[in-house]
C-alpha cells in the first residue's frame, strides 16, 4: 500500500474555524479538507437542510418536461416510465412511477433485459411503447447519447424527456426535453446527481406545479438515497442533502419494500456503507440474475406480505449472484495465470459462457488482486460485452476512446464503463488498450492508495472527538471516512492473529516518543486481512499504523477502537 497524507491547510485558516466552531484544530482541518471554510459552511455541513436543495427550474429544459408531463396528463396520453436495470435506474423507475401514478392512472414502468436489450433505450422498448399506445416516454439514467433512438421514437409519433447524468456526446438528442446537469449549456448549480437524483428534481418540479412542499416528497428520499450510495456519486453539496435524508427515511419510515428487504438482512440501523454493500447488492441482483423489473416491483409493492415473498425471492437472486461471482472470479484469475499476465498493466479477460450479469463484479473483484485497470469479456448475441473497472486517478473513459477503431459501442464514467465489439475485434482491442493504458498510466498508480487525512496522537482519540466525526456522515465520494496516521506505536504484548486461518489482526497499542516514554494512552485495534503482518509489532517493536475510528460492542461493553487499513 501507498501512504499518502493530504496538503495540511493554512494553519490561519485552520485556526480561525477552530476558534469559531469551538472545536479542536485536527476536525477544523478535516473540514479546510473538505471544502468548508467559515461558520456558515460548517453549518450546512453538520445540519443539511432540504431548503438547500436547488430550483429544479434553474435546470435547462426543466420546464420543457414539465409542461410535456402535464400535457400529456391533461390530454389523457399513456406515459412510459423507462430505466436502467442497475439500482440507479431501477429505483428512478420506482421513484418516477409511483409519484405519476399518486397523480394519474395511465402510466407504465419499463425495464429492457440485459441480455435481449442491453444497456440504455432500445428499439425493442420503443416498439413494445407503440404496441400499446404510449405517445411519451420518460427515460431516466439513460438516453443522453441515443440519438437514433430518439429519432426513431419521435417517427412512430412518440415523445421522449431524458433524465440522465452521464457524459453528452458532441450532439444531444432531439427530445422534447432533455435532463442532465452534465450538458455544456447547462447551468445548474450541481453536476454531480445520480440519474434518480435527476428523476426526483423533476418531481420536485412536477409537485412544484402543484403547490407541494418539499418535505412532502421526502417519501421518496429512501430509493435517491439507495442510488446516490449504489452509483458511488459524491456525497457533498444537493447529494449530501438528499442523502442525509434519504437515510433518516430508511431508518424510520422506510416503503414497504424496501423494509421488506431490510428485514432479510436484520439490520436495526443502515448507514450509506450498508446501503452500498447490502442493499443494492440485492437490488441489483434482480437485474443481473432474472429482470430488473422485478426490483421495480419490489420497490412500489405496498402489501407487506407480498413484498415479504419478494424481497425472499430477491435475496435467493442474490445467492445465486455471489456464487456466480466467486466461480468466475477464481477462473479468470486462473486465466491470468495461465497467460502469463501477470506483469501486464491492464487486465482483459473472455470467456464466452461467463454470466453477463456479474462481470462487473468480477471486474472489481480482478482489481483486489491485480490493482489495475480491467475488462472483463462475456459473449452477448453476436458480439462481445465487457465491464471495465479503473484503479484511482486512471480515467479509463478516455482510454476507451482512444481504442474506438475496435469498440462497437461504450459509455460511462471515470472509473467504470461498458462497452461491446465484435468478436474478431478482441485481441486487436486487447492489445491497443494495453498500449494506451501503457503508455498513460503513472506507476504510482499501480499501487493502491491510502489518502491520510491527519496525522493522530492517541490522546487525541476521545468519546467528544468521535461525536463530532460521527457528524460528518454519510462518508462517501468527496467526504471520505477521514483515515489518521499515528507513529511510534507499540502492541501491549497481546497482538495475536484471529479469524479463519489467522487472516486478521487484533492487538492493543500505545504510543511511545522518547525511549521509556508513552502517552498513558492504550486503546484496541483491529485490522482486517492484515493477519500475515503481525510479525511487525510482536517483540516491542514500533510501528505507524494508518487506521479509521470505529465502535468495538463485546459483551455489553462499548469502546472506541482502532480500524487499521496498514502498518508498517
Not at 432540504?50 to 414539465?66: G, Q, R, Y
Not at 431501477?90 to 409519484?99: H, I, R, W
Not at 438482512?265 to 448507514?271: G, M, P, V
Not at 456466480?324 to 472470479?329: F, N, P, S, V, W
Request: aromatic share 8%.
Amino acid at each position: 500500500m501507498r501512504w499518502s497524507l493530504k496538503p495540511i491547510p493554512e494553519q490561519n485558516t485552520t485556526r480561525t474555524l477552530s476558534t469559531a466552531l469551538g472545536v479542536s484544530e485536527t476536525v477544523a482541518q478535516l473540514l479546510v479538507q473538505r471544502g468548508i471554510h467559515t461558520f456558515e459552511e460548517a453549518k450546512k455541513f453538520f445540519r443539511p437542510s432540504l431548503d438547500d436543495l436547488h430550483d429544479p427550474f434553474l435546470m435547462k429544459d426543466m420546464d420543457l418536461a414539465v409542461d410535456r408531463i402535464e400535457k400529456a396528463i391533461e390530454n389523457g396520453e399513456n406515459i412510459l416510465v423507462y430505466g436502467d436495470y442497475d439500482v440507479d435506474g431501477t429505483t428512478s423507475v420506482a421513484l418516477m412511477s409511483s409519484y405519476l401514478e399518486s397523480r394519474y392512472p395511465n402510466v407504465a414502468s419499463y425495464i429492457p433485459d440485459r441480455y435481449a436489450e442491453g444497456y440504455g433505450i432500445s428499439y425493442l422498448g420503443i416498439d413494445f411503447a407503440h404496441d400499446n399506445g404510449i405517445t411519451l416516454i420518460i427515460s431516466l439514467d439513460c438516453g443522453i447519447k441515443a440519438i437514433e433512438k430518439v429519432q426513431y421514437a419521435a417517427e412512430k409519433g412518440i415523445d421522449f424527456i431524458i433524465c440522465d447524468h452521464h457524459r453528452p456526446g458532441e450532439n444531444i438528442p432531439k427530445a422534447a426535453a432533455v435532463l442532465d446537469p452534465k450538458r455544456t449549456d447547462c447551468d445548474y448549480p450541481y453536476k454531480e446527481l445520480c440519474g434518480c437524483g435527476v428523476g426526483f428534481k423533476l418531481v420536485q418540479a412536477l409537485a412544484g406545479r402543484q403547490g407541494q412542499t418539499i418535505e412532502e416528497l421526502s417519501i421518496y428520499l429512501d430509493l435517491v438515497a439507495v442510488a446516490i450510495g449504489a452509483d458511488i456519486v459524491p456525497i457533498t453539496g444537493e447529494n449530501r442533502v438528499l442523502a442525509y435524508y434519504g437515510l433518516h427515511v430508511i431508518n424510520t419510515a422506510p416503503r414497504i419494500g424496501l423494509e421488506a428487504l431490510i428485514k432479510q438482512i436484520d439490520k436495526k440501523k443502515l448507514s450509506i456503507t450498508d446501503v452500498v454493500f447490502i442493499i443494492a447488492p440485492r437490488i441489483n441482483a434482480a437485474g443481473r440474475i432474472k429482470h430488473g423489473l422485478h426490483a421495480v416491483e419490489l420497490l412500489k409493492e405496498n402489501d407487506p406480505e407480498i413484498a415479504t415473498n419478494k424481497a425472499a425471492a430477491i435475496e435467493s437472486l442474490n445467492t445465486e449472484r455471489r456464487e456466480l461471482d466467486r466461480e468466475i472470479t477464481e477462473q479468470a484469475l486462473s486465466q491470468i495465470l495461465h497467460n502469463k499476465e501477470e506483469e501486464r498493466k491492464t487486465t482483459v479477460v473472455f470467456h464466452e459462457d461467463w454470466h453477463k450479469g456479474v462481470i462487473g463484479i468480477v471486474a472489481s473483484r480482478l482489481t483486489e488482486t491485480y490493482y489495475r485497470p480491467t475488462l472483463v469479456f462475456t459473449k452477448s448475441g453476436e458480439k462481445l460485452a465487457a465491464s471495465a473497472r479503473s484503479v484511482k486517478g486512471f480515467d479509463v473513459y478516455d482510454a476507451l476512446e482512444q481504442c474506438a477503431e475496435y469498440i462497437e459501442q461504450f459509455g460511462g464514467h471515470k472509473y467504470a464503463a461498458g462497452l461491446t465489439l465484435f468478436e474478431d475485434q478482441y485481441e486487436n482491442f486487447k492489445l491497443k488498450f494495453e498500449e494506451v493504458v501503457h503508455d498513460k498510466i503513472d506507476e504510482r498508480l499501480l499501487i493502491p492508495e491510502i489518502r491520510i487525512d491527519a496525522a493522530l496522537e492517541l490522546e487525541e482519540i476521545t468519546p467528544k472527538f468521535y461525536r463530532i466525526l460521527k457528524q460528518f456522515e454519510p462518508f462517501g465520494p468527496g467526504n471520505m471516512t477521514p483515515v489518521f496516521m499515528s507513529t511510534d506505536l507499540k502492541d501491549t504484548g497481546y497482538g495475536k492473529c484471529v479469524g479463519g486461518e489467522g487472516k486478521h489482526l487484533k492487538c492493543t497499542v500505545t504510543q511511545h516518543g522518547l525511549p521509556g516514554e508513552h502517552s498513558g494512552v492504550s486503546i484496541g485495534a483491529i485490522g482486517f486481512n492484515l493477519g500475515e503482518k503481525c510479525a511487525l509489532i510482536t517483540d516491542q517493536k514500533p510501528f505507524s499504523a494508518c487506521y479509521s475510528l470505529d465502535i468495538n460492542e463485546w459483551k455489553g461493553d462499548v469502546s472506541l477502537q482502532l480500524k487499521l487499513r496498514d502498518i508498517q
